[in-house]
């Protein structure tokens, strides 16, 4: 006799164990072939044929991103986007599927690749919500938009899709749901209306100044002098012109200058990482940053810095309404306890973009798939970003498709 296991995803739908652990095991195969951004060649492959294998039609778009349409009569259209890449880490977790992947970066060194903010967790999560939508066409009634986007590392595959026509070619949604594996236990979710990310912004400053012998100083316009007193100003940023209630980062992450001990170089090189709270805070800050360059630059006599923009993340902001609607949705399916609120804090997320671009309210919530046990005393796992980030596999498989399933159903679910 054979007994059949049956798992809870929602309040009111339940999936044969088979059905997770095949999930399960594309999540593991994700993680163990994880790409960086915009190089997503495969990873676009083999989501193509996931949803070709389910009788969804998809399309390429943004380079790398993916596409697919969901159709069950008639009823809203709604987007939900899970994003796709992997970063420049040497995965450390020692899991059995375990990434020994590498990667070209931009200026052509090889790098180990590792899914440490958990992508894979959203390509499965929303690979398993469109074979269970394929089936169960009982619970719900509309058009769903698939989106697998690209480069959210980079701030780059919201923002191509759009520009390579992406509400030109498919059904235009009335909102956008997104969701991010967090460092939260299991059956967890973190959402409100309001901002839910901070913008950012990243730049590289090229000081320029003049080269001379280490021995005449005073035939040279030292750049590295002028760039060290460049990131010890812009540090007073925060401190002297924010008020203390209001959060924001001002990082220097690379200094590069000079070849060799007894050369005043002509030029240095440094790079910032912004984060700001909102679009009054982030002008205030960028405003801040490029007269401080200036300013020092003329105090050392040395000509305007080159500033160049290497890339910024819009809001990612949950229209009021909108969210109240996803937060009734999960309160009914996972009960209110379920349900946590935080503080705004500086990670970064360009989902905004895809809702944003054609003035529809987007939804963004961050769900748990660790141990609870791994929090007690004050613990925390790694986070994202870690070389030790891993997520519990079952665990992400069945509360990310969960999440999903619930918020997708709130505006697409039959009543």
Request: glycine share 10%.
């Amino acid at each position: 006799m054979t007994i059949s296991t049956s798992i809870r995803l929602t309040a009111a739908v339940d999936v044969p164990e088979s059905f997770v652990e095949d999930y399960i095991a594309v999540y593991k195969h994700l993680h163990a072939n994880p790409e960086l951004s915009a190089q997503e060649f495969r990873t676009a492959e083999y989501i193509e044929a996931h949803l070709s294998g389910l009788g969804i039609e998809s399309f390429r778009c943004g380079g790398t991103g993916v596409v697919g349409i969901l159709k069950n009569g008639d009823g809203p259209v709604i987007g939900f986007r899970a994003d796709t890449d992997g970063l420049p880490i040497s995965e450390q977790t020692r899991l059995d599927y375990a990434s020994e992947a590498t990667g070209t970066l931009p200026d052509g060194s090889t790098a180990p690749v590792m899914h440490g903010c958990g992508h894979d967790t959203h390509i499965a999560a929303a690979l398993a919500l469109s074979s269970l939508l394929t089936e169960r066409t009982d619970l719900w009634a509309g058009t769903l938009v698939l989106i697998f986007q690209p480069g959210e590392e980079t701030a780059y595959g919201a923002k191509a899709m759009i520009d390579d026509g992406l509400w030109d070619r498919a059904p235009r949604p009335e909102v956008v749901l997104a969701q991010h594996v967090m460092p939260l236990g299991r059956n967890k979710l973190l959402i409100r209306g309001g901002h839910m990310a901070s913008l950012a912004d990243s730049w590289k400053i090229t000081v320029h100044g003049r080269q001379a012998h280490g021995s005449q100083p005073e035939k040279s316009i030292d750049p590295i002098v002028a760039a060290s007193s460049m990131v010890l100003r812009l540090q007073t940023i925060v401190s002297r012109e924010l008020a203390p209630s209001t959060p924001a980062v001002v990082t220097v992450g690379t200094f590069h200058a000079g070849l060799k001990e007894n050369i005043i170089p002509e030029t240095a090189e440094f790079t910032l990482n912004v984060r700001t709270p909102d679009e009054e805070t982030r002008t205030t800050v960028l405003a801040a940053i490029r007269r401080i360059i200036s300013a020092e630059a003329a105090a050392s006599d040395a000509p305007e810095p080159t500033i160049t923009e290497l890339n910024a993340f819009p809001r990612c902001y949950n229209d009021p309404a909108s969210a109240d609607r996803v937060i009734e949705a999960f309160t009914a399916d996972f009960g209110a306890d379920a349900l946590i609120d935080a503080p705004l804090g500086m990670g970064s997320e360009d989902a905004g973009w895809l809702s944003d671009a054609i003035g529809v309210p987007g939804v963004f919530w961050a769900f748990g798939a660790f141990d609870p046990e791994l929090f007690e005393d004050g613990a925390s796992p790694a986070g994202n970003h870690s070389p030790f980030f891993a997520p519990d596999a079952r665990a992400a498989v069945i509360g990310g498709t969960g999440a999903a399933l619930s918020g997708v159903l709130a505006y697409l679910g039959r009543n």
